[in-house]
């Protein structure tokens, strides 16, 4: 039997969750495994159009089990010294839940209701209740959005339980409280059987929920009660004290170590954000803006305690000990990047797969066509996209298509592309896509600096920054800045992995796990000074169209 000490690392993504079991000595990944959600990959419970993302607790617990059993399926003589679980997850995901904390759609009566589900990070139907939120912020005695940025978005914890309790009187009625999915997994593997023992995870209250020390917790009551009379006693109902992602919930529940055959001594870790644990796992550095690229992009960047610094407009929130126990943790981010190529891949594709709908083959057949034909347009299209000069020949995209999360939170905002011809092929409109999300993620760079944040660096973490060498180039092109990748495939698991070190006691704190478990840097993108100069056009011609699409929609 191999002995040794070993730890799970488990992130939830929109589109699936990935485990990694991980050797805590050398930060060795033993095995990994992915789980696509099932009822989320077929469409349910979501509307596109109306920007409504829900997803079934029943994904993520399906998920979690599937990956756990298949990563110790081919080395179960190593199950005996597992020795902590953490986990990160989209967010803002909350979900209603009743008084043990257990989500309403786990209950037949609410199994097929949306408003009883997670609403998923990228769901933006509470804009209204996010502009009144901010309203009375502005006016009341305390600015609860000082530290998140100043503007509180749709795509968090209290404009969605507002819009859904608004909407949905029987989900109002039912709904004792409201978790974060990242505070929901721990404590449902140490067996929570009563929502006031959960622990809140510091990341997700005070990015997402205007929890502050100097707040007392969360917004007051007065302060809710004047927003809408239904959150009257909501704040009662949560919680005051949060807690870093470095300490324990518990111990895994035995229903849970006898399922995977681990020990009941298995510590569980307080949950987070994946971007928060991905930069963690890439490494992240003081002043080095670490960039999570995914279907959206989150902008890390940590500032160490002993150093001051002043309240950054228009970002996700700076919180006390949201990424690294003894830094203050600043979020930015970008609501459409991988999911802005997807966009485009599935317009482009339409004619191919009502192509293959006519070819007369089987279903399972289309299913296996389709699936090669679109897995590869992306790439297709990024070697001809190559050839086609800096500027697309003055095509102009703004990456608007899912709002903007910053600088400056406005999810009414919408895409555009100028300077259309009858010449404008797929791989022009393609590369104008990408150099519109990469002259949004200069923007946030730039807020950073003219607020007194310094930028010593980027570091690009997730899936775009490992498999686009033509994205990744131009966005140090555009940034007119060196930008390293993190070598891990799975960084915000690895982050996780880290985290479940610590809460072992293997590592007396995260940055000297991190030191012995990250996995380095596999390539650095050097900025073109040629194509520096031409972006610098591009990117004032940029601003400029955003000034004028913004006029028009506000």
């Keep these: 039997m191999q002995e040794g000490n070993y730890v799970f690392g488990i992130d939830y993504g929109s589109d699936s969750v990935r485990g990694i079991?991980?050797?805590?000595?050398?930060?060795?990944?033993?095995?990994?495994?992915?789980?696509?959600?099932?009822?989320?990959?077929?469409?349910?419970?979501?509307?596109?159009?109306?920007?409504?993302?829900?997803?079934?607790?029943?994904?993520?617990?399906?998920?979690?089990?599937?990956?756990?059993?298949?990563?110790?399926?081919?080395?179960?003589?190593?199950?005996?010294?597992?020795?902590a679980i953490s986990i990160d997850t989209t967010g803002s995901t909350p979900c209603a839940v009743d008084r043990q904390g257990r989500p309403l759609a786990l209950s037949e009566e609410f199994a097929e209701d949306v408003d009883a589900m997670f609403i998923l990070w990228k769901d933006h139907t509470a804009i209204r209740e996010a502009e009144e939120i901010n309203a009375l912020s502005k006016s009341w005695k305390t600015d609860y959005t000082a530290y998140s940025g100043g503007i509180y978005s749709s795509e968090w914890f209290w404009a969605k339980i507002l819009h859904t309790i608004r909407r949905n009187p029987k989900v109002a009625a039912v709904a004792y409280s409201w978790v974060e999915h990242c505070d929901w997994i721990p404590y449902m593997l140490v067996g929570g059987d009563d929502v006031h023992t959960m622990k809140r995870s510091r990341t997700a209250a005070g990015h997402k929920a205007m929890w502050h020390a100097s707040f007392d917790g969360l917004p007051s009551n007065d302060f809710l009660k004047?927003?809408?009379?239904?959150?009257?006693?909501?704040?009662?109902?949560?919680?005051?004290?949060?807690?870093?992602c470095d300490q324990s919930v518990g111990h895994l529940h035995l229903e849970w170590a006898q399922k995977w055959g681990l020990s009941e001594?298995?510590?569980?870790?307080?949950?987070?954000f994946d971007a928060h644990m991905g930069a963690v796992g890439g490494e992240i550095e003081?002043?080095?803006?670490?960039?999570?690229?995914?279907?959206?992009?989150?902008?890390i960047l940590i500032v160490p305690a002993s150093e001051s610094v002043e309240i950054v407009k228009g970002i996700c929130g700076q919180v006390d000990g949201s990424v690294l126990p003894n830094c203050t943790g600043l979020e930015a981010g970008q609501s459409g990047f991988g999911d802005i190529y997807a966009w485009f891949r599935d317009v482009v594709?339409?004619?191919?797969?009502?192509?293959?709908?006519?070819?007369?083959?089987s279903t399972q057949e289309k299913a296996a066509l389709e699936e090669k034909v679109m897995k590869n347009l992306i790439a297709e299209l990024s070697v001809d996209a190559m050839k086609v000069p800096t500027g697309c020949y003055g095509v102009l995209a703004l990456d608007w298509l899912n709002g903007r999360r910053t600088p400056d939170?406005?999810?009414?905002?919408?895409?555009?592309?100028?300077?259309?011809?009858?010449?404008?092929?797929?791989?022009?409109?393609?590369?104008?896509?990408?150099?519109?999300?990469?002259?949004?993620?200069?923007?946030?760079?730039?807020?950073?600096?003219?607020?007194?944040?310094?930028?010593?660096?980027?570091?690009?973490?997730?899936g775009v920054a490992k498999k686009s060498p033509f994205i990744m180039q131009i966005m140090a092109d555009v940034m007119n800045r060196p930008i390293r990748i993190a070598r891990s495939e799975q960084t915000c698991a690895l982050g996780a992995a880290m985290f479940a070190a610590t809460i072992s006691g293997y590592y007396?704190?995260?940055?000297?796990?991190?030191?012995?478990?990250?996995?380095?840097?596999?390539?650095?993108?050097?900025?073109?000074?040629?194509?520096?100069?031409?972006?610098?056009?591009?990117?004032?011609?940029?601003?400029?169209?955003?000034?004028?699409?913004?006029?028009?929609l506000t």
């Excluded at 150099?435 to 946030?444: K, L, P, V």
């Design 21 to 83: 079991l991980v050797d805590i000595a050398t930060g060795t990944e033993i095995a990994h495994q992915t789980f696509e959600y099932p009822r989320w990959k077929a469409g349910k419970y979501c509307d596109a159009t109306s920007n409504m993302f829900r997803q079934h607790p029943l994904d993520y617990l399906e998920g979690l089990d599937y990956v756990i059993k298949h990563c110790l399926a081919g080395h179960p003589d190593l199950a005996p010294y597992v020795r």
């Design 286 to 299: 003081p002043y080095y803006l670490s960039k999570v690229m995914g279907t959206s992009t989150c902008d």
């Design 349 to 361: 594709g339409y004619g191919s797969r009502k192509a293959i709908e006519m070819m007369g083959l």
């Design 508 to 552: 007396p704190d995260v940055e000297t796990a991190s030191k012995h478990m990250g996995a380095g840097f596999e390539r650095e993108y050097i900025p073109h000074p040629d194509r520096v100069s031409q972006y610098q056009v591009y990117y004032e011609k940029y601003l400029d169209l955003a000034k004028v699409v913004e006029h028009k």
């Design 265 to 272: 001594d298995v510590v569980v870790g307080v949950g987070g």
């Design 409 to 462: 939170a406005n999810q009414s905002l919408k895409g555009c592309l100028s300077g259309l011809n009858l010449g404008s092929t797929s791989p022009v409109l393609f590369r104008a896509l990408v150099e519109s999300t990469c002259y949004g993620a200069r923007a946030i760079v730039e807020r950073f600096e003219s607020e007194g944040i310094p930028i010593k660096g980027l570091i690009g973490l997730g």
């Design 226 to 244: 004047t927003l809408d009379p239904l959150l009257d006693g909501m704040r009662h109902r949560l919680y005051t004290d949060t807690y870093t």
